[in-house]
């Protein structure tokens, strides 16, 4: 993914009803389970809707559309949410892009062409695509025009850490109620 960014979940009250109540353990599975669907889940939207509040939609559209979350482990084993973009080109428009190293002819000719039909016309497809490509190759993305990037994955972050956390500092009472459920 593009940019990665960690929240950290203190699970140690978790850690402790499960000691006291070995029974429980499949319950809290399950609770951490579904809220780490529900913190994927909101972290998704929010990251799609900053995405698009911000026009970062490029000429493919493909940026927006990879952006997708994912469950990695089980509670037991480094349970693990994800969310960011998944097109290799995710780290450029999130970051900018150096000079240096080209970038690729077919994402850059297909930008080329919606963006600029008229530089196509003249010059034909792949003479465009060439000269955007050694632009970029040689000025980078940073310095021109301004781009720094659009930071959709750090600023999705920090708008959404703190409603995560939340989302998780429930937890606990919740187990303690459901556990509280199974022993009467």
Same mark, same amino acid.
């Given at each position: 993914? $593009?940019?990665? &960014?960690?929240?950290?979940?203190? @699970?140690?009250?978790?850690?402790?009803?499960? +000691? #006291?109540?070995?029974?429980?353990?499949?319950?809290?599975?399950?609770?951490?389970? &579904?809220?780490? @669907?529900?913190?994927?889940?909101?972290?998704? &939207?929010?990251?799609?809707?900053?995405?698009?509040?911000?026009?970062?939609?490029? $000429? @493919?559209?493909?940026?927006?559309?990879?952006?997708?979350?994912?469950?990695?482990?089980?509670? $037991?084993?480094?349970?693990?949410?994800? %969310?960011? !973009?998944? %097109?290799?080109?995710?780290?450029? %428009?999130?970051?900018?892009?150096?000079?240096? #190293?080209?970038?690729?002819?077919?994402?850059?000719?297909?930008?080329?062409? +919606?963006?600029?039909?008229?530089?196509?016309?003249?010059?034909?497809? !792949?003479?465009?695509?060439?000269?955007?490509?050694?632009?970029?190759?040689?000025?980078?993305?940073? #310095? +021109?025009?301004?781009?720094?990037?659009?930071? %959709?994955?750090?600023?999705?972050?920090?708008?959404?850490?703190?409603?995560?956390?939340?989302?998780?500092?429930?937890? !606990?009472?919740? $187990?303690?109620?459901?556990?509280?459920?199974?022993? +009467?």
């Amino acid at each position: 993914m $593009a940019g990665e &960014s960690v929240i950290t979940i203190d @699970t140690r009250e978790l850690d402790e009803l499960i +000691r #006291k109540f070995p029974k429980a353990a499949s319950i809290i599975d399950e609770l951490m389970e &579904s809220t780490m @669907t529900e913190s994927v889940a909101f972290l998704e &939207s929010a990251m799609v809707k900053k995405a698009d509040a911000k026009g970062v939609v490029g $000429a @493919t559209g493909q940026y927006v559309q990879s952006i997708a979350g994912a469950i990695h482990g089980t509670p $037991a084993h480094d349970l693990r949410g994800t %969310v960011g !973009p998944g %097109v290799p080109h995710g780290i450029y %428009v999130e970051k900018g892009r150096r000079p240096g #190293k080209w970038p690729p002819s077919g994402p850059i000719g297909l930008w080329v062409s +919606r963006k600029a039909p008229g530089m196509v016309a003249e010059l034909g497809l !792949p003479a465009a695509t060439f000269l955007v490509q050694r632009a970029i190759g040689r000025r980078g993305t940073i #310095k +021109r025009f301004g781009y720094k990037g659009a930071d %959709v994955v750090k600023e999705t972050y920090d708008e959404g850490h703190g409603k995560v956390l939340n989302m998780w500092r429930g937890l !606990p009472a919740k $187990a303690a109620t459901r556990i509280a459920g199974m022993l +009467r």
